[in-house]
């Protein structure tokens, strides 16, 4: 996460001031070619046009607003001695509301200077008041170190700004407890270290005026239900010591921004999210590489014997890889300065070689101008590579989002996205690096073969048009609620008032805790009745943690979830750690710890399991005649059993294996419809293909999904079948892949038609003839892609989007 967020009205050219953290390295060379000639160059290589849409980004004048009459001279200045003229338009009205007392959340883009809207309210009144105090969550600790420095050099008098996170030294805690008025801090701390230790922060919290939380999208699924609880702890304790703060949220664009932070906060938030600050024009291209015939040399090389993949279907597109390899290669021999972003360290590597090769082979030695830049170098190391690419002794660049967290790089001339980065905030985040003060840039989003890429390239107004993904969490998932429940009551015994602060669930979750013996009951309220504190870890979900270790050293990388450790961490596993590739030697499931050793194959591994799916109850339905819609709760018993190797140059199969692990259940949320066998007779599907239909439509749903929720297609499960005996019909389930649900199924369900009909789209959109991994082909499934029918899965869908209702 960059720290990108100082915009505001200068004196001089926003750029050159917007980065106080990081290094930043700005035009070199002169002017490469306009974007426009410059695409219309790289589109005229092939044969067919790869282009779907050409979006040009105006450029922006900023709207600036009179400072609130209410920020003190003194505030001004200060504002205005680091250069500040005034403030946007939508950092006034976010000040505004939050100086009245309104709850706030400002949603918009990247480098829109969300940290005035809050900095301007807060600073006013710690000044105005003297004993006012302010409490900053960011989710990292380089992003509150950020905030530190920007706070601190406003040199405004009895602020006295401090981080408190796990670096803080023992020594300097209670002074920070004592006299800072502005802290920062992170979610877990306050969950490990604030609030159980809330008397001694009875000063600081009874005196909260405000509390800023940052990057407030990064709170979702499991770990935003977390957050959301520790949350309502924290205005619990505040309420206690007689305080009301007001809460102020900055988030990226995304779709109703203003249900997700009341969810988070459990609050009425108003939503702030016209952008008026100034940015400069893009090209934005989308670019689909083109499906290769199915005779093509990638295809054949690994004839399906050798794969043991009889089952799949042989067209592919060509790999996104190498078509930007490709593009990063006509870019730099233009002389045109270039990033190109790829998701893995090993795909960057491919990217940046490929690309050399294809200069060496016009002129030797042009190869020189490209290098990958990732995670793991040294500082010395990436100061040189930034060095080099402002002097333009190197022009192309191909790197992981390691970029996004080190340096800031900006006045490039053109971005190559390989691959959606998954969330449109990543996306502009990425896009955000093209261009210099005043000129034109472009940028080229390089679809993958998925679904949602596919979905992507061809419609741009899911890009450029109002967002529809929007940041979901589900505070009432009864494995989060308990365990938060039982922190709480650590800290303080329940009351009846506490289950109204903790929602929906609350009373079942304590009744729970009391037929399990964690909490007593007595007439001043729900009492926890044990000596140590419940462990719980934010980020964790019930099922114990698997420890990553590395066996040569025995050092601990980190931890995967316990539900996901099969997937990820099954022996033979390629696992990225911060960029860096192991390979899982064994898991031990008894010990729960993976040992692995860092390598660097050519490979990515796919695990895939079996799975079985029982109706537990149905929370809510749309009885749509032969079509129904459901949402409810489902157990899901599932078992890895093997796992495939995949080359990551081309994405070929090199084969399957065998795995022995045991299966495991999961209790958690799904939506699911389903359809009358006749209503699929009379569409024209013969009873022969409805598996194939249903698994195709089911593929794409979830392939879908995360255009709708900031989920990864990881997150969520899928399940299809001609009849299900819970449900007597021919069914399709999507389920969230977390215990008790992240909301993922639940926003599915909410925006169902539209789900459903992008999903539709994508499929009848994808120019493949029988289906492929940019339709209806999935990498995680279970059963080999088969049986799969692309045409009747459109049928199946156009059946129940002719039935439900929008
Ligand atoms: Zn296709
Ligand atoms: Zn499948």
């Given at each position: 996460m960059t720290s990108d967020d100082f915009s505001s009205a200068r004196h001089t050219p926003r750029r050159d001031l917007e980065s106080s953290s990081a290094a930043t390295v700005s035009a070199g060379p002169g002017p490469g070619p306009a974007p426009a000639d410059l695409l219309r160059r790289l589109r005229a290589r092939g044969a067919a046009d790869p282009v779907t849409h050409v979006e040009r980004v105006p450029a922006r004048a900023g709207v600036p607003a009179p400072w609130?009459?209410?920020?003190?001279a003194e505030l001004r200045a200060a504002f205005t001695r680091r250069g500040v003229v005034a403030p946007w338009q939508h950092q006034a009205e976010a000040a505004n509301l939050a100086y009245e007392g309104q709850h706030v959340i400002v949603a918009t883009g990247?480098?829109?200077?969300?940290?005035l809207a809050y900095q301007l309210p807060a600073l006013a009144t710690l000044l105005a008041d003297p004993r006012a105090t302010v409490l900053y969550l960011a989710p990292t600790k380089a992003l509150a170190a950020d905030q530190l420095r920007a706070v601190a050099a406003l040199e405004l008098e009895g602020v006295r700004p401090a981080c408190y996170d796990g670096d803080t030294p023992r020594t300097e805690r209670e002074w920070i407890r004592r006299h800072s008025r502005f802290v920062l801090t992170n979610p877990d701390m306050l969950h490990h270290g604030i609030l159980p230790g809330h008397a001694q922060w009875s000063g600081f919290l009874r005196r909260l005026a405000y509390v800023v939380i940052d990057e407030c999208h990064t709170y979702r699924g499991v770990f935003g239900s977390h957050v959301a609880h520790v949350l309502r702890r924290l205005r619990r304790q505040c309420a206690r010591f007689g305080a009301t703060p007001v809460f102020v949220l900055a988030s990226a664009t995304s779709g109703d921004p203003a249900t997700a932070a009341g969810r988070l906060t459990g609050l009425p938030v108003t939503a702030v999210t016209e952008d008026a600050s100034p940015r400069g024009g893009v090209t934005f291209a989308l670019w689909e590489p083109p499906l290769l015939p199915p005779d093509s040399s990638a295809a054949s090389q690994v004839p399906p014997q050798a794969t043991g993949e009889h089952d799949e279907l042989h067209q592919v597109r060509r790999s996104a890889l190498r078509e930007t390899a490709d593009l990063l290669a006509d870019t730099v021999a233009e002389g045109v300065r270039t990033l190109a972003f790829v998701r893995s360290r090993k795909g960057a590597e491919v990217v940046a070689a490929n690309a050399r090769r294809a200069l060496d082979d016009a002129v030797p030695g042009l190869g020189d101008r490209v290098a990958a830049y990732r995670g793991g170098y040294l500082r010395e190391e990436r100061r040189e590579l930034e060095r080099a690419l402002l002097h333009g002794d190197l022009l192309g660049l191909a790197s992981t989002n390691a970029l996004e967290l080190g340096v800031d790089l900006v006045g490039l001339d053109a971005v190559l996205i390989?691959?959606?980065?998954?969330?449109r905030a990543s996306l502009w985040q990425q896009a955000g690096r093209a261009g210099r003060s005043g000129q034109e840039a472009l940028a080229v989003l390089v679809a993958r073969d998925d679904p949602l890429d596919t979905y992507l390239v061809h419609h741009p107004e899911a890009i450029f048009g109002a967002p529809v993904e929007a940041t979901v969490l589900d505070p009432a998932n009864p494995y989060v609620l308990a365990p938060q429940l039982a922190c709480a009551a650590v800290e303080a015994p329940l009351t009846p008032a506490d289950l109204v602060l903790f929602g929906e669930g609350a009373k079942e979750a304590v009744d729970e805790l009391v037929a399990a013996g964690a909490l007593r009951q007595r007439p001043t309220g729900w009492y926890w009745r044990h000596w140590e504190r419940p462990e719980v870890d934010l980020r964790g979900e019930g099922g114990a943690p698997v420890a990553v270790v590395e066996s040569s050293t025995g050092r601990l990388l980190g931890t995967v979830d316990g539900s996901s450790s099969h997937f990820l961490l099954h022996s033979g596993a390629v696992y990225l750690h911060q960029g860096v590739s192991y390979v899982v030697d064994q898991l031990d499931l008894a010990d729960g710890c993976a040992l692995v050793r860092a390598e660097e194959p050519d490979w990515s591994t796919h695990a895939r399991d079996v799975t079985d799916l029982s109706v537990v109850s149905v929370r809510s339905y749309v009885d749509a005649g032969p079509v129904g819609m459901f949402l409810g709760e489902v157990d899901v018993t599932s078992q890895v059993v093997s796992y495939q190797r995949r080359r990551?140059?081309?994405?070929?199969?090199?084969d399957t294996r065998p795995l022995d692990l045991p299966s495991r259940e999961l209790r958690t949320v799904a939506v699911w419809f389903t359809l009358s066998p006749q209503s699929l007779a009379l569409a024209g599907v013969q009873p022969a293909d409805v598996p194939g239909a249903l698994h195709a439509a089911e593929h794409a749903a979830i392939g879908l999904l995360p255009l709708m929720a900031t989920c990864d297609r990881w997150d969520i499960g899928g399940l299809s079948t001609a009849l299900h005996p819970d449900t007597e019909a021919p069914t399709v389930f999507v389920y969230d892949g977390h215990p008790g649900g992240a909301g993922f199924a639940e926003r599915a369900y909410g925006t169902a038609a539209a789900w459903l009909r992008a999903t539709r789209d994508a499929i009848a959109e994808c120019g493949c003839e029988a289906g492929c991994p940019s339709c209806v082909q999935s990498p995680k499934c279970g059963n080999g892609n088969n049986p799969l029918s692309k045409p009747d899965a459109i049928r199946v869908l156009d059946v129940v989007l002719t039935n439900l209702p929008d």
């Open positions: 609130p009459s209410w920020a003190s990247t480098a829109s200077g969300k940290s390989c691959g959606y980065p998954g969330t990551i140059a081309t994405g070929e199969v090199i």
